[in-house]
């Protein structure tokens, strides 16, 4: 609807559902990262966007031990916030399905200095 103010403002809000396809398995992001295997599957998890108290009680682990875990995974991935890691964990370039061979590869952790 045309209004008599000059310059209206206007905002475009765009969303997706995120894909889970998307993100790496907690084995591939553990190996690109240097994580261990407790703060890898705490990463993958909080990547999906739920809180850390519904990670903590989906992985069997007490909210102390979770932020702890997530303490570490920013240290080592160089973020700040859960949406820092999801935007990190996204644009590694890889979406593999399981932990394979190549997902482990020495070549995945020279790549991973290279992007620093």
């Known amino acids: 609807m045309p209004t008599d103010e000059p310059d209206a403002g206007s905002v475009l809000v765009v969303a997706h559902e ?9 084995c591939v992001i553990g190996s690109f990262f240097g994580l261990t295997p407790a703060e890898a599957r705490l990463a993958y998890e909080m990547a999906h966007g739920d809180g850390l108290g519904a990670c903590a009680r989906r992985l069997g682990i007490t909210p102390n ?11 080592k991935t160089g973020t700040r916030r859960q949406a ?3 935007r990190l964990l996204l644009s590694c370039g890889f979406s593999l399905a399981d932990c394979s061979p190549a997902a482990t ?6 790549a991973g200095r290279r992007r620093a």
């Open 18 to 26: 995120l894909n889970r396809a998307q993100i790496p398995s907690p």
């Open 84 to 86: 820092e890691l999801l």
């Open 65 to 75: 031990t979770a932020r702890t875990h997530l303490k570490h995974v920013f240290e």
């Open 105 to 110: 590869n020495v070549s995945l952790r020279a």
